[in-house]
């Protein structure tokens, strides 16, 4: 496209002129036109598009397409200082003096991500020195993920860079921060935890993709002198398709430190949301938000969080949590267990017995109803409320009642037994503690075998001996409950 080609901006910004794959932006939104006055009084509609220093001569086109070189002394001397404005712009438009270029750098780093940063060449060959040459620019980024929907999957990363003094005739080489392209997936661990009968569990988690970055590209833009009091500027992108896909001035973007519905799980170290900044979601406006809000939460929770970070995590899920949207309380499941397995056992018998309720009064399908099951979280509940490490949440009543009503529905389990007998114990029934304990063991024996190094009989033999010394079971480690 030649120097002297125009093209109308679509968004009511400046005009841009394509330069040898630099961009040009002055004048208006009327292409660049303006009416020059002759000195003879007799106005010209027409724009300027290039300036011939040698002859001092500027080159003139009018709307239909016509140009002609002429003397910039041939117009009145109300059109002198916007000449002047405009060939002092050229100076810095014209790629002959201010030539730019844009190489992009990238190196592996690790999981195979592509760290990215451009290289930005200046060559100030304009005729005099450049003061304070600073480059704005943009990373244009799309995002991606399989697991929780992102609401506006384009991003963009802004910054400055100072190339400083450009004397004529010197070349400047100055790089950008970087951006990084990668596939962001889960953290790949192991975690071991010993059951209510001392048995020792692995469990090991797979490591899945969660998320894709794609730096799309990068526009660089230097701003020049003012013509006529509107802004010119210099401007390159790579690749140079880029203009057409995205927009300079993107308002509804959102900033890549503010979004952490992606980016703090990128993050090396943990950055767990804060408390302000999940009360700032508030309530979901409907349940496909309530969604992306969930699968935040197990986003965070992946982050492996410690008692506080999982403290303030619960706290936020109280602001948003939605029981409707909650079918067989399975979210609060997920909430309840994690403040479990940190020790905060007030948060977790709080969610437990919200899902408690949300199961008793489901109707799964007959094939899902042994999934859905309030029994498994009702003996969970009696174990925290018998036996938990903390004081204000023991409750002996509650523990005794949910014990013998999944005791009442299988009345041969040697393990619903022992808990029964916790219950008891909690309740200051030792009587009744012991005697239940005994029924555990003898149908333990009866149908596992007598062996004395069998870990789960020496478990229930010093329960016993605690019950008969009037003392209640409280277990240490939460993950055992």
């Known amino acids: 496209m030649t120097r002297g080609k125009w093209v109308r901006a679509n968004r009511c910004l400046w005009v841009v002129m394509s330069l040898l794959g630099a961009g ?13 006055t002759g000195k003879d009084g007799r106005t010209l509609r027409a724009r300027i598009t290039e300036y011939n220093r040698a002859k001092n001569e500027i080159r003139i086109e009018r709307p239909a397409g016509k140009t002609v070189w002429v003397s910039p002394g041939i117009f009145a001397e109300c059109d002198h200082a916007y000449i002047s404005e405009w060939i002092e712009a050229d100076r810095f ?3 002959r003096s201010l030539n730019l270029n844009l190489d992009k750098k990238s190196s592996t780093g690790s999981q195979g991500k592509e760290i990215i940063h451009y290289e930005i060449s200046l060559r100030n060959s304009s005729g005099r020195d450049m003061e304070n040459v600073q480059i704005e620019y943009r990373y244009f980024l799309q995002l991606s993920s399989s697991r929780f929907s992102i609401s506006k999957p384009k991003r963009m990363i802004s910054g400055v860079v100072k190339a400083g003094s450009l004397d004529d005739g010197r070349t400047a080489t100055v790089r950008t921060a ?10 790949e661990y192991t975690s071991t935890y010993n059951d209510q009968y001392g048995v020792s569990h692995e469990t090991k988690s797979k490591a899945e993709s969660v998320g894709h970055c794609e730096v799309q590209g990068i526009w ?20 140079e398709s880029l203009s057409a896909a995205v927009r300079w001035n993107d308002e509804e973007r959102v900033p890549m430190e503010e979004d952490f519905t992606f980016w703090k799980s990128s993050q090396p170290d943990k950055n767990i949301m804060s408390l302000e900044e999940i009360r700032k979601r508030g309530k979901a406006k409907d349940e496909a938000e309530y969604k992306e809000w969930m699968m935040l939460v ?13 403290s303030t995590l619960e706290s936020g899920f109280r602001v948003f949590y939605e029981p409707s949207y909650d079918e067989y309380g399975s979210q609060a499941s997920v909430v309840g267990f994690n403040c479990l397995r940190r020790g905060l056992y007030s948060e977790a018998v709080y969610w437990l017995e919200i899902q408690l309720k949300s199961l008793c009064s489901a109707n799964p399908p007959a094939n899902l109803a042994k999934h859905f ?10 174990n925290i409320y018998a036996c938990g490490d903390d004081a204000s949440v023991r409750n002996g009543a509650k523990a005794v009642s949910y014990a013998k009503t999944e005791l009442d529905n299988d009345e041969k389990n040697e393990n619903l037994m022992d808990l029964m007998a916790r219950a008891y114990a909690a309740n200051g029934q030792f009587d009744l503690a012991v005697k239940m304990q005994k029924n555990a063991i003898d149908r333990y024996q ?8 069998d870990r789960t009989l020496i478990a229930y033999n010093k329960r016993l001996e605690l019950y008969e010394s009037g003392t209640a079971y409280v277990e240490t480690d939460a993950r055992n409950l």
Do not use: N, W
């Open 220 to 239: 660089i833009r230097i701003q020049g002198p003012d013509v006529d009091g509107k802004p010119t500027y210099r401007e390159l992108c790579h690749p």
């Open 373 to 382: 099951s309030p029994g498994p979280v009702r003996q969970k509940l009696a």
């Open 446 to 453: 009866r149908t596992r075998g007598k062996q004395e190094t």
């Open 178 to 187: 970087t951006a990084i392209d990668f596939e962001e997936f889960t953290k």
């Open 298 to 310: 197990e986003e965070q929770l992946r982050l492996e969080p410690g008692k506080e970070e999982m």
């Open 93 to 95: 438009l014209s790629p």
């Open 24 to 36: 040009v932006a002055y004048g208006a939104d009327d292409g660049g036109y303006r009416t020059f």
